[in-house]
């Protein structure tokens, strides 16, 4: 079955830079987009930004354009974001996602990142 | 670009209908039909539930249903159950190929 499973979670400090990988299966992994999707402790969902698998294109979400990277590694059809310079206020848990139309149409089970001193 | 419209509260008895409604700009929902909708139970990921204004994946029941006019988006629900009560998100693809949520509405099953 198509499935994204993520790494595990991370504690950084602030200043410091996280790498979350998505290993994708089930499904040709250049043929669909990749999503990278936050969301804080109590707070709801915030895109980052997506990926073309196939191309290594990205768009990102203005609020993360120069703080973010979204790349992929075909040969184990495995999607990265990375985050520098974080803050606190960066802690969140943070979800990959297989593209459909647009849509986010399987997920991955989460990875939380916490940023504290 | 700025997150769409949710309200943050709905509820509804079991067996009746409730609407969440979606208001974005001309940048986003009324520009695509590139709806999307997501249901979020505690610790859980998402999960879609419409895409494309109305469409339903595979699995997802009927009670769900969505709809667009303008700039606005809805989904309703209906023969409310109480594993409906969990977070529903819109999101739309946007003019700059973008995507954009909704701040989330909470929906309490009484």
């Known amino acids: 079955q198509v499935q994204l499973v993520q790494s595990g979670a991370e504690m950084k400090k602030p200043g410091a830079s996280v790498k979350v990988s998505c290993k994708a299966s089930?499904?040709?992994?250049?043929?669909?987009?990749i999503h990278w999707v936050r969301q804080a402790p109590g707070q709801g969902l915030e895109w980052m930004g997506w990926m073309n698998a196939n191309t290594g294109g990205a768009s990102y979400a203005q609020k993360f354009q120069d703080r973010v990277t979204m790349t992929s590694d075909t040969s184990i059809s495995t999607a990265y974001m990375e985050l520098t310079r974080l803050t606190p206020d960066d802690t969140a848990v943070y979800f990959c996602?297989?593209?459909?139309?647009?849509?986010?149409?399987?997920w991955g089970q989460g990875t939380l990142v916490t940023v504290s001193s | 670009q700025s997150a769409l419209t949710q309200p943050a509260s709905v509820s509804g008895s079991p067996g009746q209908s409730i609407t969440i409604s979606c208001t974005g700009t001309?940048?986003?929902?009324?520009?695509?039909?590139?709806v999307s909708w997501y249901q979020q139970h505690p610790g859980k990921a998402p999960k879609l539930l419409i895409f494309e204004v109305s469409s339903r994946p595979s699995g997802v029941s009927n009670r769900f249903s969505g709809f667009k006019s303008g700039d606005t988006a809805s989904l309703t629900i209906s023969g409310l159950q109480a594993e409906d009560e969990a977070d529903y998100y819109c999101t739309s693809h946007t003019t700059t190929s973008t995507e954009v949520f909704g701040g989330g509405t909470k929906l309490t099953v009484l």
């Open positions: 089930g499904y040709t992994f250049t043929g669909y987009h």
């Open positions: 001309s940048s986003d929902i009324g520009a695509y039909n590139y």
């Open positions: 996602g297989r593209d459909l139309r647009m849509a986010i149409i399987v």
